[in-house]
């Protein structure tokens, strides 16, 4: 059956314009995959990127490690299987000893229909 998943606003929580979230498809078949786009801004003190997506019923997290200046300014995660739930998709990026640098969090719904998958 058909699921829908609505992202809503990124928002970033501390660290400025530093680190942006975007999750998508729009529209999905429930379990759904989440693509995730992470916009780093290089900086000499970037080290690991933590990708999380949770829900009351399902966690799942991806870690990259990251090489200050010359990491890559647009970062990508993909997460599968995701089953229906209002979730929290955040980013922690940090530095080489474990600081928080910047945070972000978008969140995203997905929603089964009677009989999903």
Known sequence: MLSTIFALTAISASGGEQL??????LQSFSPSNLNI???VVPHAENRALTIVA???DFYRSS?????G????ATIMFEFRGVPGGVYIVSGVLTDSVG????????HVRVIETMGGR
């Open 69 to 72: 200046n010359h990491a890559p």
């Open 54 to 56: 949770e829900s009351e």
């Open 63 to 67: 870690q990259v490690p990251l090489e």
């Open 37 to 39: 786009r992470a916009r």
């Open 20 to 25: 942006r979230l975007a999750v998508s498809p």
């Open 99 to 106: 600081r928080r640098r910047a945070i972000a969090e978008q």
